[in-house]
């Protein structure tokens, strides 16, 4: 369809699909490393996809950090990302990694009321500060819980930090895309769940990450997000959409950091 070549992330990265079981492959390597601080497959919900993996610190934990992934809400699963967990573990926050069912199965309005719910679940089992992070279809996926109706107050008001990495933060093109067949969007669904139709919340430090080698759609995406927000925006030169997640293995990285509110 005409938008097709605009979101086809992996046709620009050379070696795309070699990704995927790396990731696996760290993810892993990662888990088995922390032993039993890995706790895999928490259900929060009544379907097998609805569930998390919670990684503990070394002592007591600063805070919690909440992962959701991306794949065009169509693809992977939280045991694909453990080791994107390695940045801010090491400074001491726990984290919880978000699965949730896909798309054709269910609607995007329904992945972010799973999203919400698993938030819900992790935030009754830790305390204080909650961060946020998102890539890709993740980074619309945080941004959504800052909607007063999607999260409950006592837990939205304990998140601090948002980080939206290669958000898709307008949904609207995607209905010019041939992945609609799956994604099932109409104009009221795509305009719903758009981040860059909300009402750009107080008192949380939101920044927006994106590859300066990322497909032109995805640097627009992130740069209106950051306008309509007024959040600052962070464009890493020689990264694209598939590597730029790697910044959040490295715990002196500016976006763990911001992450955890760092200065």
Same mark, same amino acid.
């Given at each position: /369809? ?8 992996? =046709?620009? &990265?050379?070696g =795309?699909d070699?990704f995927?079981?790396r990731?696996?492959?760290a993810?892993?390597?990662?888990? @088995? @490393? ?5 706790? *895999?497959?928490?259900?929060?919900g $009544?379907?097998d ?5 919670f ?12 992962f959701?992934?991306g794949?065009?809400? @169509?693809?992977?699963?939280?045991s694909?990302? !453990?080791?994107?967990? =390695? ?5 001491g ?6 699965g949730y069912d ?10 972010t ?5 698993a938030?819900m ?7 204080? /500060?909650i961060?946020?992070?998102?890539? !890709?279809?993740g980074?619309?996926l945080?941004?959504r819980? /800052?909607d007063?109706l999607?999260? %409950?107050?006592?837990v +939205?008001?304990? &998140?601090?930090? &948002?980080?939206? &990495? $290669?958000?898709?933060?307008?949904? /609207?093109p995607?209905?010019?895309?041939s ?6 969007l ?8 758009? %981040?860059v139709?909300?009402?750009? %919340? ?5 920044t ?5 080698m990322?497909? %032109? ?9 950051? +306008?309509?927000?007024g959040? *600052?925006?962070?464009?890493i ?15 002196? !990285?500016d976006m763990? @950091?911001?992450?955890l509110g760092?200065?």
């Open positions: /369809m005409q938008l097709d070549d605009d979101y086809a992330n992996a =046709a620009y &990265i050379e =795309a070699q995927p079981p990731w696996q492959t993810a892993a390597a990662f888990r @088995k @490393k922390l032993g039993f601080r890995a706790q *895999k497959n928490i259900s929060y $009544s379907t996809r609805e569930i998390y993996d990684f503990e610190p070394e002592g007591v934990s600063r805070g919690t950090v909440i959701v992934h794949g065009y809400w @169509k693809a992977f699963a939280p694909d990302w !453990s080791h994107l967990a =390695a940045g801010v573990l090491a400074r926050y726990a984290v919880a990694m978000v896909l798309c054709p199965d269910v609607r995007i309005t329904q992945i009321g799973q999203v919400a719910r938030i679940e992790v935030a009754k089992r830790t305390q204080g /500060m961060a946020l992070a998102g890539h !890709s279809a980074g619309q945080v941004a819980m /800052m007063p999607v999260l %409950p107050g006592d +939205r008001d304990r &998140i601090e930090n &948002i980080v939206s &990495i $290669s958000p898709v933060a307008n949904l /609207m995607l209905l010019q895309t992945m609609n067949e799956v994604l099932q109409d104009e009221a669904e795509a305009t719903a769940e758009s %981040p139709n909300m009402t750009p %919340p107080h008192g949380v430090n939101v927006i990450w994106v590859g300066a990322e497909r %032109p759609a995805f640097l627009e995406q992130a740069e209106r997000f950051a +306008r309509v927000w959040a *600052k925006q962070f464009v030169e020689g990264r694209h959409h598939f590597d730029i997640i790697e910044l959040l293995e490295d715990t002196d !990285s763990v @950091k911001a992450l760092v200065k």
